[in-house]
């Protein structure tokens, strides 16, 4: 590790990774946080889903949202990966003195709208200033809890054979934030942050599986949002230390055009660009056609897709099978290509 902590260390890559690897779990280990999953599970009567987030996105309104309705999406949406269905949020401010009471009004709006949306309350919270210079604005805290919906078996569960399905076009979010940042976008763009909440998404999917005929407990293997470093990382992270690969093909990735003119003009690759309403599944193939159908029917879901299948032939890796027949190793997000995105 470095003897000073860069911009790299929160990409949500190789750098994020060490620094939990080394640091952290060293320091808090127990077996709800060595999961390492979106949330955590909570034993007692009833099992419960928790899950915290921090949100720093540079600049806090980009096409398609804004950092409140961020705040909410992350929050839920890690709640559902984790198998839960959310019912409570914390809301804390960090708030930079100067900052503009118009914009927080408007903060706060999206936060309560969203919440609403997504079925859930904010019962706590928090709110500080810091000087001028020190903030950046503002930064949030959110934390949820929900309640255990299913039993995801996680990613000791995948097998060879097994299909990956992602809920919708990839990439948008990061894209939108980064063309916002250039000043390179104009309210009459196209490119919109795919940011939005996953409870019905995910509740749509879980649904479908459990009513297939013939369909194993447990035949969705893991659910996940590939925020920081896409959709890429987020694989790796499936993949990383087991026996079996993912090999994805190019051609059924989901991207908008937009998405695809803005990485080209930045130079960056949608696959590891962040989404903020996008879900990651990997399941049985005896429930892809259900699972795929139920997403083509919920708002947000119209793009799901097949994309890839779990095979034995690299193990450890993401394999990306190009249009023209050949094949690239995709591996975790290095550096810090899309730093202040969430």
């Known amino acids: 590790m470095n003897d000073r902590i860069t911009l790299d260390y929160g990409s949500g890559g190789l750098k994020t990774s060490e620094l ?5 779990l060293p320091a808090f280990d127990n077996p709800a946080l060595s999961q390492l999953g979106d949330g955590a599970l909570l034993e007692g009567n009833k099992k419960l889903v928790f899950s915290t987030d921090n949100f720093v996105v540079s ?3 980009f096409p398609g949202g804004d950092i409140g309705k961020l705040s909410v999406c992350g929050t839920v949406n890690d709640v559902c990966m984790a198998g839960g269905i959310p019912k409570y949020l914390s809301l804390s401010f960090i708030l930079e003195e100067g900052f503009l009471f118009s914009d927080l009004r408007q903060i706060v709006t999206s936060i309560a709208e969203e919440a609403k949306k997504a079925g859930v309350s904010i019962v706590t919270g928090d709110t ?11 930064y949030i805290n959110t934390a949820g ?3 255990q919906r299913v039993d995801l078996p996680g990613k000791a569960a995948i097998r060879p054979g097994d299909d990956v399905i992602v809920s919708g076009t990839v990439g948008c979010h990061g894209a939108a934030v980064m063309m916002a940042r250039s000043g390179l976008i104009s309210e009459e763009s196209p490119l919109r942050s795919d940011c939005m909440t996953l409870h019905r998404i995910s509740a749509a999917a879980l649904d479908a599986a459990a009513v297939n005929d013939g369909a194993e407990p447990g035949s969705v293997r893991i659910l996940r949002d590939p925020t920081r470093g896409g959709v ?16 994805l093909n190019e051609n059924e990735i989901p991207v908008e055009s937009a998405v695809d003119a803005a990485c080209d003009m930045l130079g960056l690759d949608p696959l590891y660009c962040a989404c903020e309403g996008r879900m990651l599944l990997v399941c049985d193939p005896s429930v892809t056609e259900n699972i795929l159908n139920a997403l083509h029917t ?5 793009n799901a897709a097949r994309i890839g299948t779990v095979t034995e032939e ?18 975790k997000l290095t550096g810090i290509q899309l730093p202040r995105i969430c």
Not at 232 to 247: C, H, Q, R, V
Not at 298 to 302: I, K, L, N
């Open 128 to 138: 500080k200033v810091v000087d001028s210079g020190k903030g950046d604005g503002i």
């Open 59 to 61: 600049p806090w309104r």
């Open 314 to 331: 690299m193990p450890g890796k993401v394999l990306l099978r190009t249009p023209i027949g050949g094949r690239r190793i995709l591996t």
């Open 232 to 247: 890429a990382t987020t694989l790796n992270e499936f993949t990383e230390g087991m026996s079996f690969s993912i090999e």
């Open 298 to 302: 919920v708002p947000g879901g119209e």
């Open 20 to 24: 939990i690897e080394s640091l952290l």
């Open 145 to 147: 809890i929900g309640f």
